[in-house]
């Protein structure tokens, strides 16, 4: 069974940094991008930042010089470094991996919380 297990959110001051990580399980991955994604009530949820295997990543305009998503193939673990952290970057954070060719997959973590505020 595919798991994704996310862990370091938290709460933090505005101006301050966190480390999310998600680590996948389960089953063998490859050719495909990760990612992590965030939703506050009453909102869609709405991508943050991607890395394909091959390492390129693109970012929401939002996290745009604040933050930094990475990767470990070997180890199928994610990261995503929240830098000058913002009041309004307060949401749940899922972890999300996709593949679009086949075999197709797509799995998402249960969410972590992160709460920026004074």
């Known amino acids: 069974q595919v798991h994704l297990e996310e862990s370091g959110g938290g709460w933090v001051q505005p101006g301050g940094s966190l480390r999310l990580s998600c680590a996948a399980s389960?089953?063998?991955?490859?050719?495909?991008?990760s990612g992590w994604h965030r939703q506050v009530p009453g909102k869609e949820r709405e991508l943050v930042a991607v890395?394909?295997?091959?390492?390129?990543?693109t970012y929401a305009d939002s996290a745009q010089g604040r933050f930094t998503i990475s990767r470990d193939n070997r180890k199928n673990t994610m990261w995503l470094q929240m830098d000058n952290l913002q009041p309004e970057d307060t949401a749940v954070y899922y972890c999300n991996w996709r593949r679009r060719m086949t075999p197709t997959y797509n799995y998402w973590g249960q969410g972590i919380q992160v709460t920026v505020s004074s």
């Open positions: 890395i394909t295997s091959g390492g390129t990543a």
């Open positions: 389960g089953r063998g991955f490859g050719g495909d991008a």
